[in-house]
Nanobody
Framework: QLQLVESGGGLVQPGGSLRLSCAVS????????IGWIRQAPGKEREGVSVIVSADDSTYYADSVKGRFTISQDNAKTTVYLQMNSLKPEDTANYYCAADLSGRPTIAFMRGVSDTWGQGTQVTVSS
């Protein structure tokens, strides 16, 4: 089993920055990929960014490329999402999620994953 705990959400003005953190606790399993999925009210889940464990390659949704950066510490116990130049359309509940099944990365970017954190709200508003 894997436990994911997010922190770092909040209210920020357009153009501002936030950094989300995800603490990863491994009990009996490891993951193939880990990253962030968001969901805004009335909208489908959207993969924001993901790190693939096999080679540490990273992927981003087109809507956040150039503004968001995903990273993890050397021990791979924390995953970060640095969000810059935030826009009102980035407002959503952000979930840390991990794929335990080895699905293609495109599945994660479509919002499909196995293990989820509780989510942290990000609101971008003036």
């Amino acid at each position: 089993q894997l436990q994911l705990v997010e922190s770092g959400g909040g209210l920020v003005q357009p153009g501002g920055s936030l950094r989300l953190s995800c603490a990863v606790s491994r009990f009996t399993s490891d993951y193939y990929a880990i990253g962030w999925i968001r969901q805004a009210p009335g909208k489908e889940r959207e993969g924001v960014s993901v790190i693939v464990s096999a080679d540490d390659s990273t992927y981003y949704a087109d809507s956040v490329k150039g503004r968001f950066t995903i990273s993890q510490d050397n021990a791979k116990t924390t995953v970060y999402l640095q969000m810059n130049s935030l826009k009102p359309e980035d407002t959503a509940n952000y979930y840390c999620a991990a794929d335990l099944s080895g699905r293609p990365t495109i599945a994660f970017m479509r919002g499909v994953s196995d293990t989820w954190g509780q989510g942290t709200q990000v609101t971008v508003s003036s």
